[in-house]
């Protein structure tokens, strides 16, 4: 029902910044929250970062607090990443998902959706 393609990835030295964006297509829910997950190569995947659908409420991991920040503009359909300061450790496959009931959880299996990726590559 619904659709997500994120894009904006691409490989930058430590300290740029990128920006991701996903874009919902299909079904659209009123109270769709968007959450970012990261997977590096042998690793599980992770939390980013979460927002619920008017934009107030927004959940971060420790480890991109003050680097990088989530938003949306609803009437776009699109949510982005803006990623600042990033690090070799920040390298991955960030994924964007949707929850159609809204928790912008951290909980990876709350989401009901997910995007292919796209890939992030920081360079030391």
């Known amino acids: 029902q619904v659709q997500l393609v994120e894009s904006g990835g691409g490989l930058v030295q430590a300290g740029g910044s990128l920006r991701l964006s996903c874009v919902v297509s299909?079904?659209?829910?009123?109270?769709?929250?968007m959450g970012w997950f990261r997977q590096a190569p042998g690793k599980e995947r992770e939390f980013v970062t979460a927002?619920?659908?008017?934009?107030?409420?927004?959940n971060y991991a420790d480890s991109v607090k003050g680097r990088l920040t989530v938003s949306r503009d609803n009437a776009k359909n699109t949510v982005y990443l803006q990623m600042n300061s990033l690090k070799p450790e920040d390298t991955a496959t960030y994924y964007c998902?949707?929850?159609?009931?809204?928790?912008?959880?951290?909980?990876?299996?709350?989401?009901?959706?997910w995007g292919q990726g796209t890939q992030v590559t920081v360079s030391s």
């Open positions: 299909g079904r659209t829910f009123s109270n769709l929250a």
């Open positions: 927002i619920k659908w008017n934009g107030d409420s927004t």
């Open positions: 998902a949707a929850d159609p009931y809204g928790s912008g959880s951290k909980i990876l299996t709350l989401y009901n959706y």
